[in-house]
């Protein structure tokens, strides 16, 4: 069964084909599986593989997936047997052929000619030979039109069921850090702590579990907090250095991140500083959101903060989030950074990403947020501030 009701989804179809007429277009090709999963509710891991969803101003949703997928799509979308299309197993992973010859030959009976059909070119699960097999499939008689993201934008307005779903991810985050904090110590190897951190990320909450989040968790020891991406190690945690921790609940695919830093031990003045600042540039980040403000004007605050303390940091400081698959949990829409004049409107959801990375060193802190009619709402309540172990 989909995780939500008919009317849910229905609504969502309105809304993206409300935004293809806007554009001009009769057809869309939909290949993230984050978006398949907003229109559809097909949840699966098989997106390894081309999987396509169409979305017709008139006709119902088609999606077209490998041969052994199709009984997943029955099984967990808000989808009809007859909708669900599967691809042969002889199209799948071969160099002479390829699973969108299949879709283009099967999708050319329900485009007319002069059709203009987009196609969300850049999702990263949107590879440039499907893009390529689909052009010559279709034929001239079909205008396949590269297009800018559209469910995504859709997806950025959160109703009141995927609220609810995302509060309770929230929950799911505040254990998944209980569990960080209570296993990272020195002497501990840092996959150990990893490993319980995934334990709480499923078990989640007695009346709720949690999904697996499209990003693994990220934990950065001593001079490994200056660099913000990198996965963690074999080596134990050791006294007097600085543990950062970027972590996400999450349930039925929607995930609320979370970043703090920890330190075991006596944390050195500088890092206090560091902190005491960095945390004074997330209120003021936080204090601009509201609807109707543009999205740069967060990073304009934490900006006027910091440089005021003589730091400068050229990269954002968030972005909206909601599903996710890996690789990325953000939307992949909106920026928090200088300049971006999109506003916020009440039911967007986003991580206030606070990071500075500095020479050897680091700290960071974020919130995940929901705008509402009057500010903002954090998804979790989970103190803020340099965390300290006496190790």
């Not at 609220?163 to 309770?168: G, Y």
């Not at 990893?194 to 001079?223: C, D, F, K, N, T």
């Not at 920890?262 to 600042?277: K, T």
């Not at 990325?328 to 990375?357: K, N, Y």
Request: net charge negative.
């Amino acid at each position: 069964m989909a995780a939500f009701t008919p009317a849910e989804y229905a609504d969502r179809l309105a809304r993206t084909r409300a935004r293809m007429a806007a554009q001009g277009l009769d057809h869309l090709l939909v290949g993230d599986p984050a978006n398949i999963y907003y229109l559809t509710g097909f949840d699966t891991c098989s997106f390894y593989a081309p999987q396509l969803l169409v979305v017709s101003l008139e006709a119902p949703l088609r999606l077209l997936v490998r041969h052994i997928d199709a009984s997943s799509a029955w099984l967990t979308a808000n989808l009809a047997p007859e909708q669900v299309f599967g691809y042969p197993e002889p199209y799948v992973q071969r160099a002479d052929v390829h699973p969108m010859d299949w879709m283009a030959s099967t999708m050319r009976a329900w485009f007319s000619p002069g059709a203009r059909v987009g196609v969300e070119s850049e999702s990263s699960h949107y590879a440039v030979r499907s893009h390529l097999a689909l052009v010559e499939g279709l034929g001239g008689g079909v205008s396949l039109e590269p297009c800018r993201p559209i469910v995504n934008w859709v997806r950025a307005v959160k109703s009141p069921a995927e609220i609810a779903v995302m509060r309770t991810a929230g929950r799911i985050t505040e254990r998944v850090f209980e569990a960080a904090f209570e296993t990272v110590r020195p002497g501990v190897r840092q996959a150990h702590a990893v490993a319980e951190i995934y334990a709480a990320q499923i078990r989640g909450l007695p009346e709720a579990g949690g999904s697996y989040a499209a990003i693994p968790p990220i934990v950065l020891a001593g001079a490994r907090t200056a660099l913000p991406h990198v996965p963690w190690t074999d080596e134990p945690f050791a006294a007097g250095e600085a543990v950062a921790f970027e972590l996400a609940g999450a349930r039925l695919r929607y995930h609320v991140p979370l970043t703090r830093t920890l330190f075991l031990g006596r944390p050195p003045a500088d890092l206090r500083a560091l902190a005491e600042v960095t945390g004074e540039g997330l209120e003021a980040a936080l204090a601009t959101i509201r609807p109707g403000v543009p999205t740069g004007a967060p990073a304009d605050a934490w900006n006027a903060v910091i440089s005021r303390h003589g730091y400068a940091k050229s990269s954002r400081v968030g972005y909206p989030v909601g599903i996710g698959y890996a690789p990325d949990w953000g939307e992949q829409t909106m920026s928090l950074r200088s300049g971006e004049a999109t506003p916020f409107a009440p039911g967007m959801t986003f991580h206030v990403m606070i990071g500075m990375w500095l020479e050897g060193r680091g700290y960071s802190i974020s919130e995940t947020v929901l705008v509402t009619p009057y500010g903002v709402e954090c998804l979790t309540d989970l103190p803020r501030g340099l965390w300290v172990c006496d190790a």
